[in-house]
C-alpha cells in the first residue's frame, strides 16, 4: 500500500481515514495481458532507440505534455486497483472549487466491520462516512483531529498519481513507446520506463517538478523499494488514461493501477446534509462509548 502524506489520528478516527491517505495494492502481482504487463521496457536498438518508437526528447516532450493536459482538466474520475482480492477505490476529483469524492472497498476488519469506506472533502472540510455516531452518517474533522498531518493529502489523491508517473518516466532514460493499444474503448500510445529511484534523486531537469519528485522518491523509499516499472497510456486527444506502477518492496510486490476517465463531466460535489454530520467530539466519544 502507498501511503502518502503524515498519519491523521488513524488510531483514534478509525480505518475510515485511511482511504485519505493511502492507494490500493500491496501484494502479489500478476501479468494483465498486453495493457498491463510488467516485464522490463524493451532493450535498445544499436542506434540507441528502443523497439518502440519515438526518440527520447519526443517522449519526454509527450508524457510533460499529457501530464500538464491532464492537470488542466476541470474534474475527472480515477479507479485504483491493486493485485485481485485487494479492494479498489472510486475517486471523483475537483478542481475548483477543490474538491474530491474518495470512497474505497476493502477486506473487512474488525475496525470497519463492512470494508466500505467513504471521505468529501469540500470547502476546506473532510466527512467521513461512519456508523459510530446513533443518528448520523458522518463526521466532519476539525484541526486537532489532523494533528500536524497534510490537509491536502485527501483532494490531491483523488486527483491520482499523473504527476509523479508521468515525471518519473519522462526523466527516465528508459522510457520507450510500445506502440498503440486501447483503453476503455479508446486508442492510446503505451509508453513504459523502469524508474530507478537513486537516479530519480539526482535529477534536476524539466521532466518532474522537484517537489513532486522528492515526494514520490521518498515514498518509494519508505517502501523499501530501488525501483520501479511504470506503464503508462495516453489517449490521442493527449489525455493520460491509464497508468500502472510495480516494484518489489521491502514487505513484497507492490503494485498500483489507476484509469482515469469522464474527464470535465464529474457530478458536482457536495457536502452531506447537515442534520447528518457529527463532530468530531461526537465520533470520538462514539468511539469510547463502543470500546
Known sequence: MRVWGKGIALATAGAALAVMLAGCGSGESEHEGPEGGTGAPEPEQADGKG?????????????????????EQA???TLQTGVPGSGHSEMLFQKAPSASVIKSWSKPSS????????????????????????????????DTAYAGGDKGSGESR????????????????????????????RAADHYRGTVVVDEL????????????????????????????????????????????EEGRGSKGPELVVEEYSDFGAVPAI??????????????????????
Open 51 to 71: 523497439a518502440g518508437s519515438g526518440k527520447g526528447a519526443d517522449i519526454r516532450a509527450a508524457l510533460t505534455a499529457a501530464a500538464r493536459k491532464t492537470g
Open 75 to 77: 474534474s475527472y474520475k
Open 111 to 142: 475496525a470497519n466491520p463492512s470494508g466500505f469506506s467513504q471521505v468529501i472533502s469540500l470547502g476546506g472540510k473532510t466527512y467521513v462516512h461512519t456508523d459510530e455516531v446513533p443518528g448520523k452518517s458522518w463526521y466532519t474533522m476539525d
Open 158 to 185: 483523488a486527483a491520482g498519481y499523473v504527476p509523479e508517473f508521468t515525471g518519473a518516466l519522462a526523466a527516465s532514460p528508459s522510457t520507450r513507446r510500445l506502440g498503440e493499444e486501447r483503453v476503455g474503448g
Open 201 to 244: 534523486a539526482a535529477y534536476n531537469g524539466p521532466a518532474i517538478d522537484k517537489g513532486v519528485r522528492d515526494s514520490y522518491v521518498a515514498s518509494t523509499r519508505r517502501q523499501g523499494m530501488s525501483s520501479v516499472v511504470i506503464d503508462l497510456w495516453v489517449g490521442k486527444d493527449g489525455l493520460v488514461l491509464k497508468s500502472r
Open 270 to 291: 457536495t457536502p452531506p446534509p447537515a442534520n447528518t454530520v457529527a463532530t468530531w467530539k461526537e465520533f470520538v466519544d462514539g468511539l469510547s462509548q463502543r470500546s
